[in-house]
Structure formats: structure tokens, C-alpha cells
């Protein structure tokens, strides 16, 4: 674990800082990775960071795509009671649906997920998101001009939050059209920023703790020949900005894991090599279960453990 961030957190911790009324001028941030249903890991990750009490520590929560679900679920308070959406066969099965595509339907049905999963399944807190004094920026890909954007300064109320998350979350083709957010469409924030890393340095984070939901031994791969035959038209169409950052996409996650091992005071908490496989769009319950499981353990070793040895260095 980075000296520097274990010493913030305990040094927090020890005085119970809350944000806003920090007695440090330092900007702890949490960055969660996303990759769809490899949110899975993330959303183990968070558990744990709710069950331990961390999260007050941190100033700001930074997510893309399946990182800001998993984010707000933690900003509510409610990361653990939901765990179960990811290996629920119900939600899961009606959220992610290949056969949709059949029909040119949304093979990631966000508005169905976001708009009633999240209202009348299991209701999320938006109130209280927008509430929490720990700052929230879900992040997209303006699909004009290609660029990575926080959508922090767009959240005002439920409805605002509800289409940050689907416009965070919307990935090219799978999950239908661009969401517009205040008279700019957007498409997932994979596309220009998979763990967003630039963005929270840009807002001057100085401290980072980093949920990835890729191995350190996964590789992030081209666009297949097939990939460009079925996306180049649908970004031409409907997200022209945003295919040259698709196109570039190993280019631009060498550079985010080039800035997140580089930065003198980051901890990144990744699943283990030997962890399942998990596909953008894994729906099986069991391989879900056991990735939100995983998740949650590697957070508690890498966080848990050293609370409790902190004392004794």
C-alpha cells in the first residue's frame, strides 16, 4: 500500500475529519474503473469500503460507466443491500438481453435499469447522493467532440442524476443512442476514460485510490475487424467525435495506467490474475456472485488489514 495515502487515511480516520472540514489541504479522490458487467468486481470493492466507514475520508468520487453506478450506490449508502442486483436473474436478464439486438433493441437496457431497477426494484438514494458532502463526478464522452467530461457540474436533482448515470453508462451501439444531458448527447465514459484518472488530476487530486475491474495480466484489445464494420457507421451517425478515442482505445489506456502507476500517492485494488473472466456482458449469476465476492475481498485485505497494523507501524 502507498505510504502517503495509508498515512491520509489513518491520519483522517484518528481525527475524524468529515469533508468540507478537512485540518489537511490534501484531495483524497476514489476512481472506479468501468467495463459493464466487470462492474461486478467494483461493486464488491465498494462493500467493503461501505462496511469499513471509509468513505467520509475521501473529498470526491470520480466514475465511468459501471463505476458511476457502483459510485452512487456507495454515496447513498446502500452499496451492500444491493450487492445482489449483480447475480439477480431478473434484473440481470432484462438489463443485458443479446437477443434484443435481433430486433435493433438496446442489448444494455440502461433506462430500464436506471429508470425502474433503481426506483421501484430497489430505490436508490438520489437525495442523498446529491446530498453527500463527498462530491460526486460520474463521467462521460461528449459524442461531438470526443472529449472525456465530468458531469458533476449537471447534477441538480433526480432526474439530472438518473441521466448522468445512463449517459456514463452508454455504451456505443450496445446500449442504444447517445443520452442527452442538458442539450449535449454522450455516449460511456469507457470510450475516452476507462478509470478516470485525467479528469480527478485535472481537479487537482493529490491522493487516489483506484477500484479497477481489469487484471493487471487483461490487456485492453483493438477493435476487431467486425467491431469497426458494425461501429464506424454507428459513430459516424450518431457519436462522430468519439470515434477516434474508440479507435485509439489501447493508446488511451496505456496512458491511464501509465498515469495511475506513476502518481506518488495512488493504491490500485484490482482483482487478483487468477480471478474469473468476466465479459462486458456477463448476465450468469454464479461468475457475477463470485466477482462481487472477489471484489469485496481484495478491498478488505488491501484496506482492512491495514487500518488494523497502522497503529503498529
Not at 505510504?3 to 479522490?29: M, N
Not at 471509509?54 to 447513498?76: E, H, I, K, R, T
Request: net charge neutral.
Amino acid at each position: 500500500m502507498n505510504d502517503s495515502v495509508r498515512q491520509l487515511l489513518l491520519d483522517r480516520r484518528d481525527q475524524g475529519s468529515l469533508p468540507g472540514r478537512r485540518t489537511d489541504d490534501a484531495r483524497l479522490v476514489l476512481l472506479i474503473e468501468g467495463g459493464s458487467s466487470r462492474g461486478a468486481f467494483s461493486s464488491g470493492m465498494t462493500v467493503a469500503i461501505e462496511q469499513l466507514g471509509l468513505l467520509p475520508l475521501f473529498d470526491a468520487v470520480y466514475g465511468s460507466s459501471a463505476g458511476s453506478l457502483n459510485g452512487a450506490w456507495l454515496l447513498c449508502g446502500r452499496a451492500d443491500s444491493t450487492k445482489h442486483a449483480w447475480w439477480d436473474r431478473t434484473i440481470m436478464g432484462t438489463t443485458i438481453s443479446p437477443r434484443r439486438l435481433l430486433s435493433r433493441q438496446p442489448v444494455v437496457d440502461t433506462h430500464y435499469l436506471v429508470n425502474t431497477v433503481y426506483t421501484e426494484v430497489m430505490p436508490m438514494g438520489f437525495q442523498e447522493v446529491l446530498d453527500n458532502p463527498v462530491e460526486f463526478h460520474p463521467v462521460a464522452t461528449d459524442a461531438q467532440t470526443g472529449k472525456s467530461t465530468d458531469l458533476h457540474p449537471h447534477l441538480h436533482d433526480q432526474a439530472s442524476l438518473q441521466t448522468a448515470l445512463r449517459a456514463s453508462a452508454a455504451m456505443p451501439l450496445l446500449a442504444g443512442p447517445p443520452v442527452e444531458l442538458d442539450g449535449r448527447a454522450y455516449v460511456d465514459a469507457g470510450v475516452t476514460e476507462g478509470t478516470p484518472i485525467r479528469t480527478a488530476l485535472a481537479q487537482n487530486a493529490t491522493h487516489v485510490v483506484a477500484l479497477r475491474t481489469r487484471r493487471l495480466n487483461e490487456k485492453q484489445s483493438a477493435p476487431s475487424r467486425a467491431e469497426r464494420l458494425f461501429l464506424n457507421r454507428w459513430f459516424a451517425r450518431f457519436a462522430p467525435g468519439a470515434l477516434d478515442p474508440w479507435l485509439r482505445r489501447v493508446e488511451i489506456r496505456a496512458e491511464e495506467e501509465a498515469l495511475l502507476a506513476e502518481h506518488p500517492a495512488t493504491i490500485q485494488i484490482r482483482p487478483p490474475a487468477d480471478s474469473l473472466s468476466i465479459g462486458r456482458t456477463e448476465r450468469r449469476p454464479q461468475p457475477l456472485r463470485a466477482a462481487v465476492q472477489t471484489g469485496r475481498q481484495v478491498a478488505m485485505e488491501a484496506l482492512s488489514l491495514g487500518v488494523e497494523s497502522w497503529r503498529h507501524v
